[in-house]
């Protein structure tokens, strides 16, 4: 059995599987004849699925990526440009949650979601490493405070910035500004040798930040421990990420305390016109 199935009985011979290959690794002869791989490029296949979901007639089915797998879009299901707008601009980012767990399924689902984002290549690199327990999660705080405790003590480091004093100020004070008490902290990492490394993982975070909002949960990216991360040895120990994975960003995960019910305005886009 080949890489690709034709179903010569369903296939209308339109194109359509060879306008959308991205490799540019399936051909049609002529009008009259279906597609075809082209011979000897099997491992140029990047398993994206392309060929199979452009399909309308259900012709089209692939070795890794069958037609059973691939989900119809439901019509139904699709959203109009203004629901679009409002959710994506009604997104905000949490920084105080409710004393209340997530269970693995919820969280699980989560990732599920996530691991539809694109990524360079089909490549799918994204592995998630995630903290549930309070006591990881407040020695993960208290470990990047401690990391901002030393690095105020030499200023002319780089990593120095404005907000470096205030959140230890509001640590000492009782608050945690750093990991806000969520119950649930998720790293995102990629090996180090992956092309285009902390845009994959952003993404996929991303994802996953949009969908927390309709389980009713709510997602904030956590910039202090990602700072600490990159400095600190002890929390990189304690953290404990794959091997190698030098690219990574983590994010809180939580129940909101607060609903919020307008739309806060942005600076207007800057666009430079060629």
Avoid at 32 to 37: A, K, Y
Avoid at 74 to 103: C, M, P, T, W
Avoid at 241 to 259: A, D, F, I, K, T
Wanted: aromatic letters at 6%; hydrophobic letters at 35%.
């Amino acid at each position: 059995m080949g890489l690709i199935q034709i179903d010569e009985n369903k296939c209308k011979k339109d194109g359509l599987c060879v306008s959308a290959c991205p490799m540019v690794i399936i051909r049609q002869q002529d009008k009259e004849s279906c597609p075809e791989l082209i011979p000897g490029t099997e491992h140029i296949c990047l398993v994206c699925g392309h060929c199979v979901a452009v399909c309308p007639h259900e012709a089209f089915s692939h070795q890794k990526m069958t037609i059973e797998s691939c989900s119809p879009i439901v019509k139904e299901n699709v959203i109009r440009q203004d629901q679009a707008v409002q959710y994506l601009r009604s997104r905000r980012s949490i920084h105080n949650f409710k004393d209340k767990s997530l269970g693995k399924k919820q969280i699980q689902e989560l990732i599920e979601i996530a691991r539809y984002a694109p990524t360079g290549s089909n490549s799918q690199p994204v592995v998630w490493t995630v903290f549930t327990d309070k006591d990881d999660l407040k020695n993960i705080a208290e470990m990047t405070i401690n990391w901002i405790r030393s690095t105020l003590e030499n200023p002319q480091q780089e990593a120095v910035t404005s907000t470096m004093s205030w959140l230890v100020a509001s640590w000492d004070n009782g608050f945690d500004v750093v990991t806000r008490n969520a119950p649930v902290l998720v790293f995102a990492s990629v090996p180090s040798e992956t092309r285009n490394n902390l845009v994959n993982l952003s993404i996929a975070l991303t994802y996953m930040e949009l969908a927390a909002v309709r389980m009713g949960l709510g997602a904030c990216w956590a910039g202090g421990v990602q700072s600490a991360l990159l400095q600190s040895k002890p929390l990189q120990e304690y953290i404990d990420l794959p091997e190698s994975h030098n690219s990574h960003y983590p994010m809180m995960l939580g129940y909101p305390r607060v609903r919020y019910h307008r739309l806060p305005e942005r600076n207007p886009p800057v666009i430079i016109w060629k």
